[in-house]
């Protein structure tokens, strides 16, 4: 698997980064640290958690469950070959009482972090969600824009003071964004190099197939500031493996536990889900592995964040490294991207 330039961080990792927000629900620790070795075994050097995780569902109860299981796993050796990406959850979460991020909630919560984890430092710190809202997750179609510019900024230097903080007490490497805007990412690039503070240095959106949101202004953005897209949902919650194609609920599925899929489901997703998994069928392709393989066509940085809740699933995401995928593949892409270009 090969190593990449991590935008401007100086951290090289895989092309591919493991999640784990199924590690508390859906996975056993056993089952955590079986992905783990596995992925090891192909190459994979960088993880991505988050203080909220387990979901499926999200609660206070299970809250941090996934970093403990992963910081069991990082207790037994072997930290400095991994790079371990981690959020704080931002405003409205059921997991934290609604409250939004603030210097004193993000020191606290990196601290938390820390112990849990069983590491004295995280390599990049995101900022699960702005607490000024986004388009995100099916929010898309009744979002309103905030418009208190002076005091989002104020809040944003005031959390980017901690940061510099944390960062030189040596508790955190780097930070990064997720489920933001370009809006967002700008304004915090401006502040951070306005004040000598640290950069907002990668961006954690949704990206599949599915949901091009991010090939628009997000894509030139994200070129000319070389933020890599950090890509989760990369298989559409699964729905481009085609386990659900005929609108099933396989038993054990991600969607016996949210039927909707976070609002994936709608009457147009199957269409679209069809003419992909057509195109893999005609290219004789596996549809999840053209689906990771897409990624590396994209103009600008970006890898994709992979998850499974087996390792047959694991093994088959991991293994999408050896695709390329030719212009034919990508020229029928690009028409079924057409035929539906927003399924959800």
């Known amino acids: 698997m090969k190593q990449i330039a991590l935008g401007h961080t100086g951290l090289n990792v895989s092309e591919l980064c493991l999640g784990t927000m199924t590690w508390g ?5 056993a089952e955590g640290h079986a992905q783990i070795a596995m992925a090891l075994d192909h190459g994979v050097n960088f993880l991505d958690t988050a203080e909220m995780y387990p979901v499926n569902p999200v609660s206070a109860e299970t809250m941090g469950h996934t970093e403990t299981i992963l910081g069991n796993f990082l207790a037994k050796g072997g930290r400095d070959r991994l790079v371990i990406a981690t959020k704080i959850t931002g405003e409205g979460s059921v997991a934290t009482g609604g409250a939004p991020i603030t210097p004193a909630r993000m020191r606290q919560a990196v601290e938390d972090s820390l112990k849990r984890l069983q590491t004295d430092h995280i390599d990049l710190y995101q900022m699960h969600w702005p607490n000024r809202g986004s388009y995100h997750f099916r929010k898309l179609w009744g979002y309103e824009p905030p418009r208190d510019k002076a005091a989002i900024e104020a809040e944003m230097l005031a959390i980017l003071q901690e940061a ?20 967002g990412a700008a304004a915090w690039l401006r502040l951070a190099d306005q004040h000598g503070l640290p950069r907002m240095m990668t961006v954690q959106n949704e990206y599949s197939l599915l949901c091009r949101q991010f090939d628009s202004d997000w ?6 500031e070389n933020m890599p897209l950090l890509g989760y949902s990369p298989l559409a919650t699964g729905l481009l493996t085609g386990k659900y194609a005929g609108d099933v609920v396989p038993a054990g599925s991600r969607r016996e536990r949210s039927p909707e899929l976070g609002g994936r ?4 997703v199957f269409e679209a889900v069809s003419a992909y998994l057509g195109v893999a069928k005609e290219h004789g392709l596996d549809p999840a592995q053209m689906a990771l393989a897409f990624y590396r066509t994209r103009p600008y940085p970006c890898l994709p964040i992979i998850g499974a809740t087996n390792l047959k699933q694991l093994k088959t995401s991991l293994e999408s490294v050896n695709v390329t995928l030719s212009e034919e593949v990508l020229d029928d892409i690009a028409l079924a991207r057409r035929q539906f270009p927003a399924p959800y």
């Open 25 to 29: 629900t859906q996975n056993t620790e």
């Open 164 to 183: 510099k903080r944390l960062q030189d007490e040596g508790k955190v490497r780097h930070f990064g964004l997720s489920n933001d805007t370009v809006w």
């Open 219 to 224: 894509a030139e953005f994200a070129a000319l």
């Open 265 to 268: 489901i709608t009457p147009f």
